[in-house]
Structures are given as C-alpha cells and as structure tokens.
C-alpha cells in the first residue's frame, strides 16, 4: 500500500486555479504557502517542483513570517505557472533540499539615482524618481532585430494618470513624489511603489494623491499597474474645536474625470482597435483620422427620488456620499450596460463588457486590461486615431465625483506588448483573465489546517460535504450548519444583484463593489460586519472552495480602500508617548480607523461618529490573510495604517500615563476583541520588519488579562469579563474567544486555552448577567440571547462557539463537545430561509454565525 500524505510536511502539495477554469501556458502567479512551526528554517533551501524528483520550477522565495522559535510560518511563492492542463490547474508543490530561489534569469533591475530601469528580457521600461509619470519608456522588439530598444510610447506626450476638473489638469509629474522604490526585487518578480500628488503647477493646487504599483515578471510582456487614489486634504493638521473636526471629515475633492493615459507610438500608421463586448467584440479597422473608438460601462436604470443628496451638512457628524447620483439605484445589474461610440455615433448594449482593449498598427500591439471592469462603474476604454490608449478610472461622461477626506479607490490594469500587428481576442481575453481572475493557489485544507496559521479548524472539501473529519455523532449537525452556510454566502454574501426578498437596487459600482446590503424593511449597506472577510479567509482554508476566496478578496479589498480612513483628520484626542511614531504634536493619530454605520438607503463612506474614536468597531485583521496570501502589498500596507490607529487612538484609551485613560475594566469588550485581532494579524504579517509589532500584541492581551482576573460584582471569582458598557451581548465575548484563539496560535501560548475556558465558564455561569434566554427545553450550550430569557433564539449566538474550541482544547471534557452539538443543531434554523423566510436572514446576523464556523466546527472533531 501506498501510503497517504503527511499533511504539515514535505512535500505541501498545492493547485493553481482560478475561478472560471481559463488556462494559459504562462500564467505569472503569487502563492503564500503557511508551515508549521519548527518544519522548515531556511528558504535558500526550498524547491518548487511539479512532481517528486522533477526539475525544478524556476521560483522565487520571500519569508513572511517567522514563527518563535525561526521557523517559516509564510513563504511567498512567485513562479509562472503552467495552466494548460484539465480544467486549467496546475499541480505543483513545494519541497525542500532545494538551492532557493531561481538564478540566471533575465529579469534584472537598475535602481538608479534619478530612475529605475526594469528589464523582463523581452520588455524594457523605465521609472522617473523625480517626475514621476507611470512610465518614461516602454521598449520591446519591433524591429525583429533579437534586440528590446524599439520605443512603444510617444514619450512627448506622456501624462500617465490625469486628475481633470474643469478646464484644468492635474498631473503626477507636476510634483516630487513622496516615494519611488523597488519593493520587491527577484528573479521572477520585481515591483515599483511611487507615492505622490496630482498636481496643476498653474494654480499651485494638488488635488488627489496617488499611491503605484507596477509589476513585471521574467521573460514576459506583461506589466501590472495598481493605481490608487486617495483624498488627503487636512491630514495632520489639527481641529481646534468639534466643528473644525467635522468640516474635517466631510471636506471633499470634486473630479470630473480620472484617466490613465498611455500615448502610443504607431510610427504615422494606420492604427486598429478591438474593444470587448457582450456577446461579441467590438472592431474598429482603421480608426479614421483625428478619430476615436470607445466603450463607457454606467448605470443607466433609475434611483430613488426620496433619498437625501449628499454630502451632508459638516454639523451632521456623517461626512457621507454617493458619489454616483447622491441617490439608491432602484433597479438591479441588468441596466448596468455599455455604450460603445464611434467618435459620435453611439449604440448601447444592456450587457457587461468584460473590461478589454487592443490597439495594433505597424510591429506593435497593445493590450490592457481592467479588473473588475463593469463592478466598479462608471468606466470607460477609449482608443484614438493619434495612438492615446485611455482607461477611465472615471470618465468625463460620469456625474462629478467626490472624494472624501481620507477615502481611497483603487484600480488594477495589466497592459500587454507585442510586435504583431495584428489584433488577436484570445491573447486579449488571457490578459483580461490574468487581472480579473487571477490564478491563485490552494493547498488542501488538512494542510492548512495543520500549519495552525488560521487557528484551531476544521476540514472539509470544496463542496462542504464531506463530514469524514468529525466524529460521527456531530456529523449531521456539520452537515446542516455547512449546507446553511453555502446557501447563504450565496444569497447573502454573494447576491449583488437585486438583494433578496423585497430588497431592490444593486451592490455595483465603483465605492460599493465588495460591500454588501442588508434586506427589507431597511435596505440599507452594512460595512460594520467586516469580521466576515477574516472569516471567509478561514473557510477558504478548510474547504479550499473557490467562491470563499474570492469573497474574502472582494470584501477585504473594499474595506482596505472604501471604510479604513486613509488620513490624520478629525477630533485627535490628547496622548504625548514619547518615541511612539503614531503620537505627533501631542495628539493621538485617527489614520487607520473604521467607518461604520451607513446612512439612509445609499452606499456612502461611513458614519465618522462625530471624527472620533470608532474603537467598537475598529478592524482590519483580514488583511493580514491577504497579503500572506496573495502578496498584496497594499494590503499590507493599509493593515499598517490599521496597526497605526492601534498605537494612538486606542492605545490612548488604556494608558493612565502620557494624557491617557485607563478603560480596562470599563471598555466594552469588543475595544478588546477588536484590538488584539489586529494587533495579531500586524504581528503575524510584518513583525519581521516592524520590531513594534509584538510588544503591542503584548501591552493588548495584558488588558485581556487584566480585564479578566479582575474581581467584580459581575465576576467575583476573577475569570471572566465583566462588560459594564450597558450593551454587553454574550457574542461579543465570543469575539474575544476568537481573538485568543488567534493571539494562542500566533504565540503558540497553551497556557491561553486555560484563559479561555474559565471564560465560557463564567459566560454560562450565573455570575454573568448576560443576556441568555432558556429554549423550551434547555439545552447546555444553546441559548438565547434576548433580554428577559425568551425563547426566541434568533440571535446571532454561534458566535459564543468560537470558544468552546479552546476549552475542550484545555480540559478535554466532553462537556464541551455537547454544547458544540447543541449549538449548532439549535442554531442552525436560524438560518434556514425555508424555516424563517428568505427576507428574514441578512448579513447583521448571518455575519456572526458565518464567523463563528471554523472555530466551532473545529469542536465536532474526534
């Protein structure tokens, strides 16, 4: 007999797909892979190869994170990846007794005093340090010389991404950028991040800022550009007073139009362009002199006349827009149509484009690609007879747009080089594939589950069938809950298009893709559950399911750019820690905070609670999963402005010292919950470079501890957490279990799993004074949680499950098992549409019985 794998050892086994099965023979792919501690030490020693014993994959290796003891914890993987084969994946693994990462390629960089020249070996293309503009060059061979010299741009008209109001332009070139460097320098994949300011040097104005990044990789013709806004206006200058505060957060930038333009250089030829279209592409051969050809995507449908225009009044204490109409769309995704238009003459198609354009005239042809194409309209793809290829971020045709203070939106473009001269759809609609559906990798879910970076999980398969990993008393309980799930993040989580029930308009467009909404009577966007997005990382992990990544990509992304405040503006509270990089004129940082709570029916930036603290609902642990699994590094990036707002603001709140208050024992318990969870994830995902990161995971989980062995009324033995706050829920504790059972994994601390029994015990204890109801006939475990002990069980109590884990884990009695079972086979109809009604379960509370599965799932094992 064979015998099986060893899941948590060499070789980890894993597959490269995408969501849609498309295949490619040179797919360039990304792939964070978790080990467990103490397996693997040194990356100069691993190896990427498609089966045991075959040559090796060219790749290159980068650790993440390191466990305690040194051992890898996350290695990124890049490589160019084969999908070619059945459904297009690519089966590959990971093994040691290797030299590292690859050597002798032909991607090389030049970093020099006053540029970066990047070649891939069969393109070139050069960075300005000091007048940044996207690009000064792009080279290939158009010649058919064998040598990469011949221009692609008409570098006289370059621009690169243009800010336009009015009559006046706004250009990255006009300033010195913040930054210029290679972040990411190997020999498969470098990438370039440039910071800087749109400019318009006549009125001495910025307006927007801009953060880039620009990928390549080895031997291909491909580049990356992740472009993204943001309104910085007022950062770090302080507010007086409240209503300084206010204007603050509701200051907003208006922009007619955002394009990225990329001059072509054609050499005087006649110059095609191809566009994508639904069902069939769009051709126009040749674009007549001083003409154009272009595809816009908008909402054509009608919006609801009763919602109030934003932005609000300064003194409303909700700095909100819909930046699209100030109003709710009213019907669903099918009037979200293209116009095409042939330099005037227009025809409209109630469809979605996929988000592509080819341009080709003599030994060139040009490709770009915009991901999430028609989900983020407005948009449009326009080519010119004078060779401008022109991606609207946000096209002049649109209503104005405003940003708001500290609101960012970001954009990915993969453009595309060739010396052909003719237009080809399939190489068009791999480019288009490769940024819209990228390749991405999955090892089995026992694997993840092993490594112990997502916790203490369960496994199941794809499908969230298989019940083979629980104990079979539990297995139809599993088999329940997960069916639920599926359905749900579905109808839920997934359904963008005309909502459920009675609910109408559409989840669309470029500030609401990746939001999501809550169900009638309220019709309303809800941005404060964004636990869900770390969750769905971890039931990616133990299901391996497509749809669960993809959810918690699109969800992370938009909390990253759409509800994390991306500036220093509102009421920063007094704090003077000297040596503490996020206190500045004495004054706590608000950069990196949440907004929550949207108003009215329209998607908008969030409620900025007057500009102050947003500690009950801060977040941003997600990002961590994100970047560690895909190589995100804006995610990262943000998740440090998150880990910023931890050390001021909230930071602030429980230091007695340096003009601080102590609120320990009187928090509510999510500024915990939501601290440490955050505090874990910076750890985990920078703490090899940000030496800060664990002594701030430190000073959060010694409150915890605090807070919990504490005597108080509510708690006289000292093992609990009492909530005073007068909003005490028991599933805010089960956010505290889960964010000790991410602080124990991350720590490997056993000694947690004792912190967090005591903690269930005091939780179902009498001393708790919660709000726990009695079923009918009580069940250990199960309960509700109404005011008054009711025996209506529809809150979202699968939350408290996240910490029968740890304390089964602790103890070992079965106790613990039972109330798992009881849990979830109670809990479970909570979320049955065919039991409660469709309009009945919204994300509000299917959040927190989604959140909760890995963890309490994990109960049910043997």
């Known amino acids: 007999l064979t015998p099986g ?31 467990p501690r103490m397996l693997h030490s040194n990356v100069n020693t691993l190896r990427l190869e498609k089966t045991a014993g075959a040559v090796p994959v060219p790749a290159q290796f980068r650790v993440t994170s390191r466990w305690d003891d040194n051992s890898i914890r996350w290695v990124m993987v890049d490589f160019i990846a084969d999908l070619s084969g059945t459904g297009g994946v690519g089966n590959y693994q990971l093994n040691n007794g290797g030299t590292g990462s690859a050597t002798g390629t032909n991607l090389s960089v030049t970093n020099g005093a006053n540029s970066i020249d990047v070649s891939t070996g069969t393109l070139k293309f050069t960075v300005n340090k000091n007048s940044f503009q996207l690009f000064d060059s792009i080279q290939i061979d158009r010649d058919g010389d064998t040598q990469v010299d011949d221009e692609c741009l008409d570098t006289a008209a370059l621009k690169g991404v243009v800010v336009t109001e009015g009559a006046n332009d706004f250009l990255m070139s006009q300033s010195t950028p913040l930054r210029v460097t290679v972040e990411e320098q190997g020999p498969i994949r470098t990438t370039i991040v440039a ?146 238009d042939d330099n005037g003459g227009t025809t409209t198609s109630s469809a979605h484009a996929p988000g592509w354009m080819q341009m080709a005239g003599t030994n060139l042809r040009a490709t770009v690609a915009l991901q999430e194409f028609w989900q983020l309209y407005p948009k449009e793809l326009r080519a010119q007879q004078d060779g401008l290829m022109r991606v609207g971020i946000w096209p002049a045709s649109a209503p104005k747009l405003q940003v708001f203070a500290g609101a960012m939106k970001t954009h990915t473009l993969m453009y595309g080089f060739s010396s052909l001269s003719s237009l080809n759809t399939t190489v068009a609609e791999v480019q288009a594939n490769l940024v819209s559906d990228p390749p991405r990798g999955y090892c089995d879910s026992r694997h993840y589950a092993a490594s112990g970076v997502f916790g203490n999980i369960a496994s199941t398969n794809t499908l969230l069938n298989d019940t083979s990993a629980f104990r079979p008393a539990s297995q139809t309980f599993a088999l329940n809950y997960m069916t639920e799930v599926l359905d749900h993040r579905g109808d839920i989580l997934f359904d963008r298009t005309d909502g459920n029930g009675s609910a109408v308009g559409h989840a669309f467009g470029m500030w ?31 299901s391996g399911n497509t749809e669960f990544l993809y959810l918690a990509e699109t969800t992370a992304r938009h909390f990253r750019d759409v509800v994390v405040q991306h500036s220093d503006i509102g009421s920063r509270f007094d704090y003077t820690e000297s040596g503490n990089p996020a206190v500045s004129g004495g004054k706590a940082s608000q950069l990196g905070k949440t907004r929550y709570t949207p108003n009215n029916k329209q998607h908008d930036m969030g409620n900025y609670h007057d500009g102050e603290n947003h500690l009950d609902v801060f977040s941003g642990a997600a990002l961590a999963y994100h970047w560690l699994l895909t190589g995100d590094a804006l995610s990262l990036q943000v998740l440090g402005e998150c880990y910023t707002y931890l050390r001021a603001t909230w930071k602030r709140f429980f230091d007695a010292g340096n003009g601080g208050t102590d609120s320990t024992m009187t928090c509510p318990t999510t500024w915990l919950s939501n601290a440490l969870m955050v505090a874990v994830a910076y750890e985990m995902a920078n703490g090899l470079v940000d030496s800060s990161a664990a002594g701030m995971t430190d000073y959060v989980f010694n409150a915890i501890s605090t807070r919990q062995t504490t005597v108080t009324t509510r708690d006289p033995n ?113 979320i049955d549409n065919t039991t409660i009604g469709d309009a009945n379960v919204n994300l509000t509370n299917f959040a927190q019985y989604f959140r909760a599965g890995p963890l309490l799932l994990a109960t049910l094992k043997p």
């Open 5 to 35: 794998p060893v899941f948590g050892a060499f070789p980890i086994t894993f597959e490269v797909r995408t969501r849609s099965a498309w295949a490619a023979n040179l797919a360039p792919t990304t792939v964070g892979i978790p080990m």
């Open 195 to 340: 910071e800087g300011a749109h400019r318009n040097t006549g009125l001495a104005q910025n307006k927007l800022n801009y953060v880039v990044r620009i990928t390549a990789w080895n031997d291909l013709s491909f580049i990356k550009v992740d472009y993204s806004f943001k309104n910085m206006t007022g950062d770090g200058v302080p507010a007086a007073t409240q209503n300084d505060a206010w204007m603050q957060v509701s200051q907003h930038e208006d922009v007619d139009s955002i394009n990225v333009d990329l001059p072509l250089e054609f050499n005087a030829s006649l110059v095609s362009a191809r566009i994508g279209g639904n069902p069939g592409d769009h051709t126009k051969s040749p674009i007549t002199t001083g003409a154009y050809y272009s595809l816009t995507q908008a909402y054509s449908g009608t919006h609801d006349a009763t919602d109030t225009a934003n932005p609000q009044p300064p003194s409303s204490a909700n700095g909100s827009s819909d930046t699209l109409t100030d109003a709710w769309p009213t019907q669903n995704d099918t009037f979200i149509d293209y116009t095409l």
């Open 512 to 542: 609401n893709f990746g939001d999501s909404k809550i169900d009638a009577p309220t019709e309303s966007w809800e941005n404060g559950a964004w636990g869900a997005s770390h969750a769905a990382f971890q039931w990616f992990a133990m």
């Open 718 to 830: 000292g093992v609990g957490f009492a909530d005073n706050s007068g909003n005490f829920k028991a599933w805010e504790i089960g956010h505290l279990m889960e964010a000790l059972e991410y602080y124990r994994w991350l720590r490997t601390s056993t000694g947690v799993d004792a912190m967090i029994e005591a903690g269930m015990n005091w939780l179902l204890g009498t001393n708790a004074d919660v709000y726990l109801g009695n079923l009918t006939v009580p069940q250990f475990g199960a309960f509700a949680e109404t005011s008054g002990g009711t025996t209506d069980f529809g809150g979202p109590n699968l939350m408290i499950g996240a910490g029968y884990v740890g304390a089964f884990r602790n103890s070992g009695g079965a106790n613990w098992k039972t109330a798992a079972d009881n849990l979830v086979n109670v809990q479970t109809g909570n």
